[in-house]
């Protein structure tokens, strides 16, 4: 394990700079779970800052999961194994890691998605298609791009909630938590993944309770935005210079400066 940290500029919060700049060590495979950060004493030397900055940064790290500060005379600050990241405070990290993927959230909504559509087809009121049918309807008429992304992330977290189940529910909120995340970590926004009237059409086969037609329109939904988000998530991690294993390409790991 090499840290030589560089002093960073003056800033106007010098603690997010430093977790930044130790957060980015970390992603990047500079530094690997298990390893021990320098003391907070070398640290603030070499990013050229005080140890109370160096203190707080160690914090905000800890609670966002990065690092564990243990005590005693082998204590200090040690990489985690970073299986304790939250998924909406984390996505873009979680995604540049390849812990959280576009493949593996779609493999779980194909298989509990069709399901949760004929649950709902059978229990949804008419108060909640009348709603779903303004949300369609905004949604493909809104300029605004993230309105349009909440607009159709509630689509999806009102079918959730229809279906009755709420394990069901739950799990839709943690698709739709990780989609709207990460539609707005990937630019630009104004890239659309939802294929103007999929949801109208599903809506209109849940007004007419026809359960199986819904749920094979919910498939084709899903298939057509897995393809565009795996489409926007190659991009991104071509730019952010990820390989497929989660470490860094090895054009970007000779070029990293810490």
């Known amino acids: 394990m090499s840290t030589d940290f560089t002093q960073i500029p003056r800033s106007t919060n ?23 950060l320098p003391g907070e004493i070398e640290l603030a030397s070499q990013f ?17 999961g990065f690092i564990e500060i243990r005590r005693g005379t082998k204590g200090g600050a040690f990489v985690t194994d970073l299986s304790r990241l939250n998924l909406v405070d984390n996505l873009t990290d979680l995604v540049r890691l390849r812990r959280m993927t576009v493949d593996h959230m ?13 649950l709902a087809v059978e229990r949804i009121s008419e108060e909640e298609i009348e709603k779903l049918t303004e949300l369609v309807a905004e949604s493909e008429t809104t300029t605004d791009d993230y309105r349009r992304i909440e607009l159709n992330s509630e689509f999806h977290r ?14 839709m909120e943690s698709f739709m938590d990780f989609a709207r995340s990460f539609r707005l970590t990937v630019e630009p926004l104004s890239h659309n993944i939802h294929r103007r009237g999929d949801h109208g059409e599903i809506v209109a086969a849940m007004a007419e309770r026809n359960a199986e037609k819904a749920a094979a329109l919910a498939m084709d939904h899903l298939l057509y935005m897995h393809k565009k988000m795996k489409e926007f ?18 054009a970007d790991r000779k070029s990293q400066a810490v």
């Open 106 to 118: 779609f493999q779980a909504r194909m298989h509990l998605e069709p399901e949760m559509m004929r």
């Open 158 to 171: 009102i079918i959730g909630r229809a279906c009755g189940n709420p394990f069901y529910a739950l799990l």
């Open 48 to 64: 050229g800052v005080s140890r109370p900055v160096v203190r707080e940064a160690l914090k905000t790290l800890q609670s966002t």
């Open 233 to 250: 998530e190659d991009i991104y991690l071509d730019k952010a210079g990820v390989a497929e294993n989660g470490s860094p390409k090895a």
């Open 14 to 36: 010098l603690c997010d700079d430093v977790a930044a700049r130790i957060k980015e060590a970390i992603i990047s495979g500079q530094v690997t779970p298990g390893d021990p």
